[in-house]
């Protein structure tokens, strides 16, 4: 039976493209309400003509005040999904300050300054929520040339833990999916190379990468009531990739 969120308001970062893009447009056939933020217009704005019932925030959130100013009049929101993400590939000795600052900016800080301002606003609500924080398989597995991506999603996952701990008290459960590659555009391009996908593949045992629509299911079971016991938890989407 699929997950029904009616009357609830959804926060989706990093809604432009992808899996947030995807996500949203899920979340609108649940019956959500859906709040979409990305930090470009035109993606926002494409997605307005798909949806036109969504509301959008055009925000950079790795700005802090920026993101209070977004977010401050947003109104009650219930569920959260904290997509927004960044990948920039260097290898360990290679490794700049300005791509680790930038990573651990759009992919740590912003889900942990997003998840706080709509916990806060459940707790003063007296009401309950979830929020879906979207990790990586890189987050439990090295992986060459991903030395601040791997960081950052290790990070998420306890950020993740932490987060269920001190909020699950309020009723707010915190949870992560960890995919392994995802067949958005921009993974179908980043993995066009036979020998490049090949090498990724033979590690996973099921044999294929993951298509947007199986991660997207994940992460609406995490927000919804099915999964009211989980909490703390982080689901791989791998196809067998962290169990070999």
Sequence with gaps: MAARLDGKCTLVTGAGKG????????????????????RTQSDLDSLSCECPNLRTICVDLSNWEATENALKDVGPIDLLVNNAAVAILQPFLEVTEEVFDKLFAINVKTAMHVSQIVARGLRARGVGGSIVNISSQASQCALRDHTVYCATKGALDMLTK????????????????????????????????????????????LGRFAEVEEVVNAILFLLSDKSSMINGATLPVDGGFLAS
């Design 19 to 38: 899996i947030g893009r995807e996500t949203a447009k899920a979340l609108i056939r649940c019956g959500s309400e859906v709040i979409a933020v990305s």
């Design 162 to 205: 932490m987060m269920a701990l001190e909020l699950g008290p309020y009723n707010i459960r915190t949870n992560a999916v960890n995919p392994t590659v995802v067949m958005t555009n921009m993974g179908r391009i980043g993995w066009s190379d036979p020998v490049k996908a090949g090498q990724m593949l033979s590690r996973i045992p």
